[in-house]
């Protein structure tokens, strides 16, 4: 392929990115403006037009699938040889190879979740943490290695970023601290730890440094808006100040930053490279311009300054459709009948979506799809490869290809032996057998694809292992139901955003200005992820029958065609004048004026002695502990230590009651007033009957 060809069918700004060989490049890329076909031919171009060597490039990305998608595509344009990673497995395999040369003996084994470490953490310290509260410290361990804390810093660290930690900052210290302790006894890695070793080997070995910058001396980095403090260590580390750096993001799709990613690198890339070339694409080829138009006014009102105004480049298509409903089971069951109706148009369930803020929305959904007859698929929860019925299916086909014969049919074969895993004519009604059925069927229809470009039983199992190795799974049969965030990069025919509303788009805890920036974004990244069609929808309550005291999101004011605003158009000033009314909280106890926040939601003062039902507080706890695991949020997002004690305290009867006690709003009333005031009243008639 010669090089001009490779610039053939860019656009002027993507040409203009493939042309830029030279660094530093920063490319400002919009959603759907073809951000991975820019790079990719701009590698190509470089490669071909003899700037570097194919073996010399490093391309970095952040998902397995994205570096699979990256390596397939320089293929198709002839550059084979190029290196596309994630950070870590870059990390990993330069860690691995120089280890038994500069360190000596094997290298560490590495761990895929810090859950088990983190149990035997909390034996050794003698605590008792439950699961839930586990997994919370387990991501605040994650933010620290990212952000470069040390255990010992972590208090003073979390304060100063505004974060609530799920226990005591002392307690994330203390366990901290016996996690990184036992992982350097057993000689573990965890995925932070890959690539701080890999930066200090360099750092600590001259040698181990200048082979690997002999090696890779071309670095491309796309999602850089993604990037983390750690990340950037170990790219500087690798760059050892050379600037041949080509960086692809969008400030506007930054939704990771409670991990410890920045857009910080991305926006002020030209000031730590003045000489950079900064280049924005902004022609939208994925959505339709009415799409494009919601997109963009759900930014206008974004305190940013690096908002990139897209520029549709598809015909018309639909107008977005704003609904609200009674409650969320209806909300689900509107849904449902607009799917039907699509897919009865011609839509592919598979090129729709449903999307939502946390995971433990889906369930209302999974219940509406599954009366409704139509096939849904979770995404977030386990990988296609790494299902049960596909890896059996795997083994059984792998076995299969070793007695092989040819002139057996493909298509055929494959269809008998997963019919001995499960795979019938019809689907089963839903549920898991529906699932399992679905996965198989996802995989006979690859065979099927396969089979037309004449491949046999050997070469669709060796394309099955390329994809396992790259997550790259076949599309399977069904709406994909999933999270904001796990469906960044992703994108459907047809997308549904549901659960639009004040407390859960912003979520409840987001209260700084950033934490609320960085929500209006998920809601772009979810209209983004529309091509043609797409619904926005909101519930009143959350059950039929309920209290209908919801109020759609913020973010909708000004889009709907009816005027959010105006529902929510007194609440400042009403909030104003609680302000300037409130009288001083004293103790209910001892009368004296109450100055600290935990003592006024408490209403007493730290040293009265406080009479409550401690098998209230302890029921109030489990059923806190209960509810973060389903909504897969943290404990004190729900309600604080605090709150659950002033709660026992009093032991309200009412709504008012409820509302009465410091912390709890509205929204936190609507959503789990019902339960506290059912365990409250049950606490009450066991004390009754005593």
Not at 74 to 83: E, K, N, S, W
Not at 223 to 239: A, F, R
Not at 342 to 368: C, D, H, K, M, W
Not at 384 to 408: K, M, Q, Y
């Amino acid at each position: 392929m010669e090089p001009d060809n490779v610039l053939a069918a860019l656009d002027p700004e993507q040409r203009e990115v493939a042309e830029a060989v030279r660094g530093p490049v920063c490319v400002l890329a919009g959603a759907g403006t073809g951000k991975t076909r820019a790079i990719t031919h701009r590698i190509a171009h470089a490669v071909r037009s003899g700037v570097v060597d194919a073996q010399g490039v490093l391309a970095v990305t952040f998902t397995t699938r994205a570096a699979g998608e990256l390596r397939q595509r320089l293929r198709q344009l002839g550059t084979p040889g190029v290196q596309a990673r994630t950070f870590h497995a870059a990390a990993l395999r330069q860690l691995t190879y120089f280890w038994p040369r500069v360190i000596g003996g094997d290298p560490p084994r590495v761990i895929e979740s810090k859950l088990p470490l983190l149990i035997d953490a909390c034996r050794s310290l003698r605590k008792n943490q439950d699961r839930s509260e586990l997994r919370d410290i387990a991501s605040e361990i994650e933010w620290a290695k990212v952000t470069q804390i040390a255990p010992e810093d972590y208090a003073g660290a979390a304060k100063k970023a505004g974060r609530t930690s799920p226990v005591p900052a002392e307690e994330v210290f203390r366990l901290y601290e016996a996690y990184e302790n036992l992982r350097r006894e057993r000689h573990l890695v965890d995925f932070e730890t890959i690539l701080e070793l890999t930066a200090a080997v360099m750092t600590e070995h001259r040698e181990v440094a200048s082979q690997i910058r002999q090696q890779y001396r071309y670095f491309v980095v796309d999602e850089y808006q993604d990037v983390n403090p750690l990340q950037k260590l170990l790219l500087d580390t690798w760059l050892g100040g050379r600037d041949d750096l080509c960086v692809v993001g969008d400030p506007n799709q930054t939704i990771y930053s409670f991990t410890g990613a920045t857009p910080r690198y991305l926006t002020g890339f030209s000031v730590e490279h003045p000489n950079a070339t900064v280049i924005k694409l902004v022609r939208d080829y994925r959505s339709t311009p009415q799409v494009v138009s919601l997109a963009n006014r759900v930014l206008d009102r974004a305190r940013t300054p690096h908002k990139l105004a897209l520029i549709a480049q598809r015909p018309d298509g639909p107008e977005p459709v704003f609904t609200e409903y009674d409650d969320e089971t209806a909300e689900a069951e509107g849904v449902a009948r607009a799917v039907r109706k699509l897919v009865g148009g011609g839509v592919p369930t598979r090129e729709i979506a449903v999307l939502f803020r946390v995971n433990a929305q889906s369930e209302t959904y999974e219940q509406a799809f599954a009366k409704a007859g139509l096939p849904y698929v979770l995404r977030g929860a386990d990988r296609f490869f790494e299902r049960p019925e596909v890896r059996h299916a795997v083994v059984l086909l792998r076995g299969a290809a070793r007695s092989f014969e040819p002139g057996d049919a493909l298509a055929s074969t494959v269809h008998h032996i997963l019919s001995t895993a499960g795979l019938t004519p019809e689907p089963p009604g839903g549920g898991k057998a529906r699932e399992k059925w679905e996965s198989l069927k996802a995989l006979a229809d690859l065979a099927e694809d396969l089979a037309a470009t004449g491949a046999d039983l050997p070469a669709f199992v060796a394309e099955l292992e390329r994809r396992a190795g790259e997550q790259h799974a076949p599309p399977v049969e069904g709406v994909t139901l999933a999270s904001l965030h796990a469906a960044k990069g992703l994108e459907w025919d047809a997308v549904f955003l549901v659960g639009v509303t004040e407390g859960m788009l912003p979520i409840i805890y987001a209260e700084t200005t950033d934490q609320i920036e960085e929500e209006r974004r998920l809601l772009y990244v979810g209209v983004t992820r529309a091509r043609a069609h797409l619904s926005v929808s909101w519930a009143l309550a959350r059950s039929p029958g309920g209290r209908r005291s919801r109020k759609p999101s913020r973010f909708l004011d000004g889009l709907t065609g009816r005027s959010a605003q105006k529902s929510r158009a007194t609440a400042p000033a009403a909030a104003a004048d609680r302000r300037q009314v409130a009288a001083p909280i004293s103790c209910r106890v001892c009368g004296k004026t109450l100055a600290a926040a935990a003592e006024q939601k408490l209403g007493r003062c730290a040293g009265c002695p406080a009479d409550y039902d401690e098998s209230l507080l302890a029921a109030l706890k489990s059923w806190r502990t209960g509810v973060a695991k389903h909504e897969k949020i943290p404990q004190w997002a729900i309600f604080t230590d605090v709150t659950l004690q002033a709660i026992a305290e009093r032991a309200p009867h009412s709504e008012q009651d409820l509302l009465a006690i410091t912390g709890i709003g509205r929204v936190k009333l609507d959503r789990y007033g019902e339960a506290v005031l059912e365990l409250c009243r049950i606490a009450a008639n066991q004390t009754e009957g005593a």
